[in-house]
């Protein structure tokens, strides 16, 4: 359902991270992480980051992320 690249990025988000930050550490353009992040936003049919947090806490998705940033960083 999500690919490495969307829990990596959730992952990082969730910890904290900024766009920017998340985009540095994935090796991606700001702009890429807005896009993956509004795409997930979509998928999900949530209005905004908040809401989106909730919805992937709902599927289990915290818990099922942690360590998958190494794994789509190489």
């Not at 999900?44 to 809401?51: G, T, Y």
């Amino acid at each position: 359902m999500f690919t490495p690249r969307e829990k990596a990025l959730v992952e990082l988000l969730a910890a904290g991270h900024t766009d920017a930050s998340a985009a540095r550490r994935l090796g991606l353009s700001p702009r890429t992480v807005s896009y993956t992040v509004q795409s997930l936003m979509d998928r999900l049919e949530v209005e905004n980051r908040f809401q989106l947090g909730l919805a992937l806490g709902m599927l289990g998705l915290d818990k099922a992320m942690e360590g998958t940033t190494e794994d789509a960083i190489g």
